[in-house]
Protein backbone atom coordinates (compact mmCIF):
# COMPACT_ATOMS: atom_id res chain seq x y z
CA UNK A 1 0.00 0.00 0.00
CA UNK A 2 1.19 3.33 -1.19
CA UNK A 3 1.70 6.00 1.55
CA UNK A 4 2.23 9.64 1.09
CA UNK A 5 5.82 10.23 1.35
CA UNK A 6 8.02 12.65 4.36
CA UNK A 7 10.81 15.12 2.85
CA UNK A 8 13.95 13.67 4.54
CA UNK A 9 14.53 17.18 5.52
CA UNK A 10 12.82 16.30 8.64
CA UNK A 11 15.35 13.52 9.55
CA UNK A 12 18.24 16.14 10.07
CA UNK A 13 16.86 17.46 13.91
CA UNK A 14 17.09 13.93 15.05
CA UNK A 15 20.05 12.75 13.57
CA UNK A 16 21.80 15.77 14.55
CA UNK A 17 20.85 14.82 17.84
CA UNK A 18 21.88 11.21 17.80
CA UNK A 19 25.48 12.63 16.23
CA UNK A 20 25.62 14.82 19.43
CA UNK A 21 24.62 12.26 21.88
CA UNK A 22 26.89 9.03 20.91
CA UNK A 23 29.84 12.24 20.78
CA UNK A 24 29.22 13.11 24.34
CA UNK A 25 28.96 9.20 25.17
CA UNK A 26 32.43 8.47 23.51
CA UNK A 27 33.78 11.36 25.33
CA UNK A 28 32.76 11.22 28.53
CA UNK A 29 34.48 9.03 31.47
CA UNK A 30 31.13 9.32 33.62
CA UNK A 31 30.39 5.87 34.89
CA UNK A 32 26.54 4.42 33.83
CA UNK A 33 24.62 4.07 37.14
CA UNK A 34 23.03 0.75 37.10
CA UNK A 35 19.70 -0.37 37.81
CA UNK A 36 18.10 2.21 36.01
CA UNK A 37 14.70 0.33 36.44
CA UNK A 38 14.89 1.25 39.81
CA UNK A 39 16.03 5.26 39.59
CA UNK A 40 13.26 7.68 39.45
CA UNK A 41 15.64 9.96 37.81
CA UNK A 42 16.41 7.49 34.73
CA UNK A 43 13.01 6.09 34.56
CA UNK A 44 11.81 9.97 34.15
CA UNK A 45 14.35 10.73 31.81
CA UNK A 46 13.69 7.81 29.35
CA UNK A 47 9.69 8.90 29.48
CA UNK A 48 10.50 12.67 28.73
CA UNK A 49 13.00 11.78 25.76
CA UNK A 50 11.23 9.53 24.34
CA UNK A 51 7.45 11.20 24.35
CA UNK A 52 9.82 14.37 22.58
CA UNK A 53 11.32 11.43 19.71
CA UNK A 54 7.63 10.15 19.75
CA UNK A 55 5.70 13.75 19.53
CA UNK A 56 8.06 14.65 16.81
CA UNK A 57 7.47 12.04 14.41
CA UNK A 58 3.97 12.77 14.68
CA UNK A 59 4.54 16.57 14.10
CA UNK A 60 6.78 15.42 11.16
CA UNK A 61 3.86 13.58 9.30
CA UNK A 62 1.09 15.93 10.06
CA UNK A 63 3.48 18.95 8.59
CA UNK A 64 5.14 16.64 6.21
CA UNK A 65 2.14 14.56 4.72
CA UNK A 66 -1.46 15.10 4.01
CA UNK A 67 -2.40 11.71 5.75
CA UNK A 68 -0.33 10.98 9.27
CA UNK A 69 -1.51 8.33 9.76
CA UNK A 70 -0.60 6.52 6.63
CA UNK A 71 2.25 7.85 6.41
CA UNK A 72 3.12 6.43 9.90
CA UNK A 73 1.48 3.36 8.49
CA UNK A 74 -0.88 2.94 11.59
CA UNK A 75 -3.00 0.51 9.98
CA UNK A 76 -3.78 -2.70 10.83
CA UNK A 77 -1.94 -5.60 8.96
CA UNK A 78 -3.98 -7.20 6.34
CA UNK A 79 -2.82 -10.57 6.92
CA UNK A 80 -3.13 -10.73 10.43
CA UNK A 81 -1.82 -14.34 11.51
CA UNK A 82 0.99 -13.80 8.94
CA UNK A 83 1.97 -10.60 10.90
CA UNK A 84 1.99 -12.78 13.93
CA UNK A 85 4.14 -15.16 12.50
CA UNK A 86 6.55 -12.71 11.41
CA UNK A 87 6.60 -10.24 15.11
CA UNK A 88 7.15 -14.00 16.93
CA UNK A 89 9.96 -14.65 14.72
CA UNK A 90 11.70 -10.95 15.36
CA UNK A 91 11.37 -11.42 18.92
CA UNK A 92 13.38 -15.08 18.87
CA UNK A 93 16.14 -13.63 16.49
CA UNK A 94 16.72 -10.04 18.50
CA UNK A 95 16.43 -12.30 21.76
CA UNK A 96 18.93 -14.48 20.60
CA UNK A 97 21.32 -12.45 19.41
CA UNK A 98 21.22 -10.46 22.32
CA UNK A 99 21.86 -13.58 24.76
CA UNK A 100 24.63 -14.72 22.78
CA UNK A 101 26.06 -11.36 22.52
CA UNK A 102 25.49 -10.37 26.28
CA UNK A 103 28.59 -11.93 27.81
CA UNK A 104 31.01 -10.37 25.42
CA UNK A 105 29.81 -7.10 24.77
CA UNK A 106 28.05 -6.42 27.93
CA UNK A 107 25.24 -3.84 26.53
CA UNK A 108 22.80 -4.69 28.81
CA UNK A 109 25.69 -3.86 32.04
CA UNK A 110 26.52 -0.27 29.23
CA UNK A 111 23.03 0.86 29.33
CA UNK A 112 22.12 0.46 32.73
CA UNK A 113 18.57 -0.52 32.69
CA UNK A 114 18.67 -4.07 33.71
CA UNK A 115 18.32 -4.85 37.23
CA UNK A 116 21.32 -6.85 38.53
CA UNK A 117 19.67 -7.33 41.95
CA UNK A 118 15.67 -7.48 43.43
CA UNK A 119 14.35 -4.22 44.05
CA UNK A 120 13.61 -3.31 47.31
CA UNK A 121 11.36 -0.84 49.01
CA UNK A 122 9.98 1.66 46.72
CA UNK A 123 11.86 0.65 44.28
CA UNK A 124 8.85 -1.69 43.46
CA UNK A 125 6.95 1.03 42.60
CA UNK A 126 10.02 2.60 40.63
CA UNK A 127 10.02 -0.69 38.87
CA UNK A 128 6.22 -1.10 37.90
CA UNK A 129 6.48 2.76 36.50
CA UNK A 130 9.47 1.74 34.08
CA UNK A 131 7.75 -1.46 32.58
CA UNK A 132 4.79 0.92 31.66
CA UNK A 133 7.75 3.47 30.46
CA UNK A 134 10.08 0.43 28.44
CA UNK A 135 7.29 -1.75 27.25
CA UNK A 136 4.28 0.39 26.67
CA UNK A 137 5.71 4.73 25.79
CA UNK A 138 9.15 3.27 24.44
CA UNK A 139 8.50 0.99 21.98
CA UNK A 140 5.43 2.84 20.27
CA UNK A 141 7.23 6.46 20.24
CA UNK A 142 10.55 4.81 18.80
CA UNK A 143 8.93 3.02 16.28
CA UNK A 144 6.88 6.11 15.33
CA UNK A 145 9.89 7.48 14.93
CA UNK A 146 12.47 4.99 13.25
CA UNK A 147 9.85 2.73 11.36
CA UNK A 148 7.48 5.47 10.80
CA UNK A 149 8.90 8.54 10.18
CA UNK A 150 12.56 7.53 9.30
CA UNK A 151 11.06 4.47 7.45
CA UNK A 152 8.91 6.27 4.86
CA UNK A 153 11.33 9.23 4.83
CA UNK A 154 14.40 7.04 3.57
CA UNK A 155 12.25 5.69 0.32
CA UNK A 156 14.18 2.66 -1.04
CA UNK A 157 17.30 2.82 1.88
CA UNK A 158 13.99 2.46 4.19
CA UNK A 159 15.80 -1.12 5.92
CA UNK A 160 19.32 -0.61 6.21
CA UNK A 161 19.00 3.12 6.87
CA UNK A 162 16.12 3.59 9.72
CA UNK A 163 18.08 0.46 11.31
CA UNK A 164 21.37 2.63 11.40
CA UNK A 165 19.43 5.48 12.78
CA UNK A 166 17.75 2.81 15.44
CA UNK A 167 21.49 1.68 16.28
CA UNK A 168 23.13 5.26 16.14
CA UNK A 169 20.15 6.99 18.63
CA UNK A 170 21.24 4.13 21.39
CA UNK A 171 24.75 5.70 21.10
CA UNK A 172 26.21 2.94 23.17
CA UNK A 173 29.26 1.12 21.30
CA UNK A 174 28.70 -1.97 23.16
CA UNK A 175 25.33 -2.53 21.67
CA UNK A 176 25.40 -1.38 18.39
CA UNK A 177 25.29 -4.77 16.67
CA UNK A 178 22.45 -5.93 18.95
CA UNK A 179 20.30 -2.95 18.52
CA UNK A 180 21.44 -2.53 14.34
CA UNK A 181 20.12 -6.73 14.41
CA UNK A 182 17.09 -5.50 16.35
CA UNK A 183 16.42 -2.27 13.90
CA UNK A 184 16.96 -4.39 10.68
CA UNK A 185 14.15 -7.21 11.90
CA UNK A 186 11.74 -4.26 12.90
CA UNK A 187 12.36 -2.70 9.44
CA UNK A 188 11.76 -5.75 7.88
CA UNK A 189 8.52 -6.70 10.09
CA UNK A 190 7.35 -3.65 9.10
CA UNK A 191 8.33 -3.96 5.07
CA UNK A 192 6.05 -7.16 4.92
CA UNK A 193 3.45 -5.83 7.07
CA UNK A 194 2.65 -2.27 5.82
CA UNK A 195 1.91 -1.64 9.23
CA UNK A 196 3.57 0.06 12.54
CA UNK A 197 2.30 -2.52 15.20
CA UNK A 198 3.53 -5.41 14.65
CA UNK A 199 6.83 -3.86 15.42
CA UNK A 200 5.44 -1.70 18.60
CA UNK A 201 4.46 -5.23 19.72
CA UNK A 202 7.96 -7.03 19.13
CA UNK A 203 9.29 -4.40 20.35
CA UNK A 204 7.61 -4.33 23.63
CA UNK A 205 8.13 -8.15 24.10
CA UNK A 206 11.58 -7.66 23.34
CA UNK A 207 12.18 -5.21 26.24
CA UNK A 208 9.74 -6.87 28.65
CA UNK A 209 11.61 -10.51 27.85
CA UNK A 210 14.69 -8.38 28.75
CA UNK A 211 13.95 -7.01 32.27
CA UNK A 212 11.97 -9.92 32.85
CA UNK A 213 14.93 -12.59 32.24
CA UNK A 214 17.15 -10.13 34.38
CA UNK A 215 15.30 -10.45 37.41
CA UNK A 216 14.83 -14.01 36.81
CA UNK A 217 18.40 -14.46 37.14
CA UNK A 218 19.64 -12.00 39.91
Not at 42 to 60: E, H, I, K, N, Q
Not at 87 to 110: K, M, N, W
Not at 129 to 154: H, I, K
Not at 157 to 166: T, W
Request: aromatic share 6%.
Amino acid sequence: MSAPRISPWWLVPPTLLFALNITVILLSSATTPKNGVYRTSVVAGALVSTLVLGGYAVLAARLGSDDARAALALRRPQDARRAARLALAAVALITAVSVALEPVLHGDRRQGLTPTRQPHGHEWAVLGAALVVLVVVVPLCEELLFRGLFYNALGRYAVPGSAAAFALAHGIPGVLIQVAVAGLALAEVRRRTDSLWPGVGVHAAVNLLGIVAALATT
